[in-house]
T-cell receptor, first 111, second 113 residues
Framework: QKEVEQDPGPLSVPEGAIVSLNCTYSNSAFQYFMWYRQYSRKGPELLMYTYSSGNKEDGRFTAQVDKSSKYISLFIRDSQPSDSATYLCAPMEPGGFKTIFGAGTRLFVKA | DAGVIQSPRHEVTEMGQEVTLRCKPISGHNSLFWYRQTMMRGLELLIYFNNNVPIDDSGMPEDRFSAKMPNASFSTLKIQPSEPRDSAVYFC???????????FGEGSWLTVV
C-alpha cells in the first residue's frame, strides 16, 4: 500500500464549478499536510498547508484534514481556467524534513 | 530571490553515458532534496540533505545514481551509466529546514536514448 493515495484523474469541470480533490494516507503520525500545484512543464509550488485536523481557507481554496479517517481534501470554489493544473497532496513525515507526495490529480477547467 | 536553479534544463543522451545534473538551492536554505517525476511513478524522493549531509538516500534507485553536496550552495545528481528507464524530469528543491515550505526548481528534463 502506498503511503499516499490520490486519484490521478483527469478531472474536467466547467468554469465556475466547485472542485473537490482528495487523498488518503496511511501514516497516522503525519502532522503537516500540504497541497502543491504544478503547471505543465513547471515545478510544483506550495498552494496551502494545514496542521493536524481541521479546515483552512485561502481565497477560493479550502484545505480540509480528517485525521480520524486519514482523509485530505482540497476544495476550489468558482473554478477558473487558470486553475487547470496538477494538484498534489503532500503530507510531511514526523521530523519535519521528508514530504511524501501523492500521484497528483490533473484538473482541467473549461471556459 | 532567484529561486532554486537547475541545469541543464533539457538533456538528451545515449544509453551508457554519464549524466550530471546540477542544482543551486535558495540562499539560506539548509535542506536540499532531489526528486524524480514520471507519469508512471509520480514524484519520488531520491535523496535529501540537511546542512550538506545526506540524511536519507533510500529513494536512490540503484548504485548507478549518486548525489553530492560539497557546500551549501551546490549539489549534483549523477547517473553513470545512464539507461533509457532513467528518462524523467529530475527536480531539485530546497527548504529552510524543519516544517518549512519546499521550493522546487524548474526541473531537468532527461531523455536517455
Amino acid at each position: 500500500q502506498k503511503e499516499v493515495e490520490q486519484d490521478p484523474g483527469p478531472l474536467s469541470v466547467p468554469e465556475g464549478a466547485i472542485v473537490s480533490l482528495n487523498c488518503t494516507y496511511s501514516n497516522s503520525a503525519f502532522q503537516y499536510f500540504m497541497w502543491y500545484r504544478q503547471y505543465s512543464r513547471k515545478g510544483p509550488e506550495l498552494l496551502m498547508y494545514t496542521y493536524s485536523s481541521g479546515n483552512k481557507e485561502d481565497g477560493r481554496f479550502t484545505a480540509q484534514v480528517d485525521k480520524s479517517s486519514k482523509y485530505i481534501s482540497l476544495f476550489i470554489r468558482d473554478s477558473q481556467p487558470s486553475d487547470s493544473a496538477t494538484y498534489l497532496c503532500a503530507p510531511m513525515e514526523p521530523g519535519g524534513f521528508k514530504t511524501i507526495f501523492g500521484a497528483g490529480t490533473r484538473l482541467f477547467v473549461k471556459a | 530571490d532567484a529561486g532554486v536553479i537547475q541545469s541543464p534544463r533539457h538533456e538528451v543522451t545515449e544509453m551508457g553515458q554519464e549524466v550530471t545534473l546540477r542544482c543551486k538551492p535558495i540562499s539560506g536554505h539548509n535542506s536540499l532534496f532531489w526528486y524524480r517525476q514520471t507519469m508512471m511513478r509520480g514524484l519520488e524522493l531520491l535523496i535529501y540533505f540537511n546542512n550538506n549531509v545526506p540524511i536519507d538516500d533510500s529513494g536512490m534507485p540503484e548504485d548507478r545514481f549518486s548525489a553530492k553536496m560539497p557546500n551549501a550552495s551546490f549539489s549534483t545528481l549523477k547517473i553513470q551509466p545512464s539507461e533509457p528507464r532513467d528518462s524523467a524530469v529530475y527536480f531539485c528543491a530546497s527548504s529552510g529546514g524543519y516544517g518549512n515550505t519546499i521550493y522546487f526548481g524548474e526541473g531537468s528534463w532527461l531523455t536517455v536514448v
